[in-house]
């Protein structure tokens, strides 16, 4: 229960016992040092010195005065994973193959990282959440969609949740800036000297892109006096859809692509009407999968802030394990900058 959960200093000694159980100290090596420790975790040194003080206790590590720490015994997994139980932290994908998804790997690296360098373990999950429970997980971070009925119960067993993915409804969440992202982004086209922006896409995917920035696209092109329209199928390809709207009197010379994914049925359709990217026509893509699709140009794109998105979903969670009574208010996200990368008309042209 959370009431269980370890103080501090024992954050900081079952990261220590993880990391003599890896494989990265052998014995007689050199430990970290207490500074080393109360940096990284930004704790004071009386903490940092009762989690050294635990292990030199236990046998584990030995000061020698002038010389440093070292290690003494290196603990049995079985032992280590037992003391650390308590520390763990969740994240979730919603998927069980992780491969060819850049923004995914790109985020697990950075949560990893940060949620180990605030005290605690991190633990991978895909669809199957049941050895969260088995692990004692203290805390979720979901990255998609993930089984609600699941979620119900980590979050009635006084498991906090946090959701990064925007459809996360249930969760307590992120709430990111499509406002802002939309402006920037018809601020561009309208500099570029664009007439008409259409959002196109296909998947499950472009259809959340639509549901988050069909209004605030809608209201940055009347402002900016941009026709917009919208290509994007509930069901099948996207193809039809975008002939039609190239058929039109006044066809759009900008593309805002909902996922990259759709782009494998969007560039031959261009390639057919020999509309050349970056000249005829531009495109920005949401999402940095766009980085993997190949192009001459290479496409532009747009994403979330991730160093952001993932500071503020650690720093949310944190807040909720601490204060499990709480209700807090959805940190909001930026989006970063958009990296152009010749895939939209140059300015004059």
Same mark, same amino acid.
């Given at each position: ?129 049941t050895p969260l429970e088995e692990a004692g997980a203290c805390g979720l971070i979901v ?8 979620? $119900?119960?980590? %979050?009635?067993?006084? @498991?906090? #949740?946090?959701? /990064? ?5 249930? !969760?307590?969440? *992120?709430?990111f800036n499509y406002s802002e992202a939309a402006e920037r982004i018809v601020a561009l ?33 009347? $402002?900016?006096? %941009?026709?917009?329209? @919208?290509? #994007?199928?509930? /069901? ?5 859809? !975008?002939?039609? *709207? ?86 909001s996200v930026n989006y970063g900058a958009i990296l152009e990368r010749g895939s939209i ?5």
């Open positions: 229960m959370l009431s269980e959960r370890v103080l501090k200093y024992q954050e900081l000694e079952g990261y220590m016992l993880q990391e003599l159980s890896c494989g990265r100290f052998a014995l007689e090596d050199r430990f970290f040092s207490e500074l080393d420790i109360a940096r990284q975790f930004e704790v004071n040194h009386v903490t940092a010195r009762k989690a050294f003080d635990a292990l030199v206790r236990k046998g584990y590590i030995v000061r020698r005065r002038g010389a440093g720490t070292f290690v003494k015994r290196l603990p049995e997994c079985p032992q280590q994973l037992r003391m650390l139980k308590r520390c763990v932290i969740g994240i979730a994908t919603g998927r069980s193959d992780v491969d060819n998804s850049l923004k995914l790997g790109r985020m697990l690296i950075r949560l990893h990282r940060t949620i180990e360098a605030a005290g605690y373990l991190s633990m991978l999950v895909g669809e199957d959440l990255l998609d969609r993930v089984d609600d009925g699941f979620l $119900r119960r980590l %979050l009635q067993g006084g @498991i906090p #949740v946090v959701g /990064v993915y925007p459809d996360s409804g249930l !969760l307590a969440g *992120l709430s086209f309208k500099e570029r000297k664009l007439r008409h922006l259409a959002l196109v896409g296909e998947g499950d995917d472009a259809l959340t892109v639509r549901n988050m920035f069909e209004k605030p696209l809608t209201v940055a092109a009347q $402002r900016q006096d %941009l026709a917009f329209s @919208i290509a #994007v199928p509930p /069901v099948g390809s996207v193809v039809s859809q !975008l002939e039609s *709207l190239l058929d039109a009197k006044c066809p759009p010379d900008a593309l805002f692509v909902a996922n990259a994914w759709s782009l494998g049925s969007i560039a031959p359709v261009l390639a057919q009407r020999r509309l050349a990217v970056g000249r005829d026509i531009s495109i920005l893509v949401h999402g940095s999968n766009a980085l993997l699709i190949p192009g001459t140009p290479a496409y532009a794109l747009i994403d979330w802030d991730m160093d952001h998105v993932v500071e503020q979903a650690v720093a949310m969670l944190q807040s909720l394990i601490r204060n499990p009574q709480q209700t807090p208010a959805p940190a008309v140059p300015a004059g042209e």
